[in-house]
């Protein structure tokens, strides 16, 4: 994810769904630190909960979604502190 989509992520276990008040969802790691990312406002501790309409349980779901919109602006759902923001992203 990384060198296509300029962050990592992983996958929550149940105790980190608890820490984060979340029952889905995968936590950003790692963010490169570029330009264009800093303008996408993801942020490492950010939980990724939906991206568009499509609810994301696991990377492979994730990668799969962020392709099927490749060149289109998409809202993605992320879980900050507990509080639910959006962010677009384009690739």
Do not use: W
């Not at 790691?29 to 490492?44: C, E, F, I, W």
């Amino acid at each position: 994810l990384r060198v296509f989509y300029g962050f990592e992520v992983q996958a929550l276990s149940g105790q980190l769904m608890n820490y984060f008040a979340v029952t889905n969802g995968l936590l950003v790691s790692n963010v490169t630190p570029t330009d264009k990312n800093r303008q996408l406002g993801l942020m490492a501790g950010d939980v990724i909960l939906k991206v568009g309409d499509t609810q994301i349980n696991n990377p492979a779901g994730l990668i799969d979604t962020l392709d099927k919109n490749a060149g289109h602006a998409i809202e993605i759902t992320v879980s900050r502190r507990r509080e639910i923001l959006k962010v677009n992203f384009q690739r």
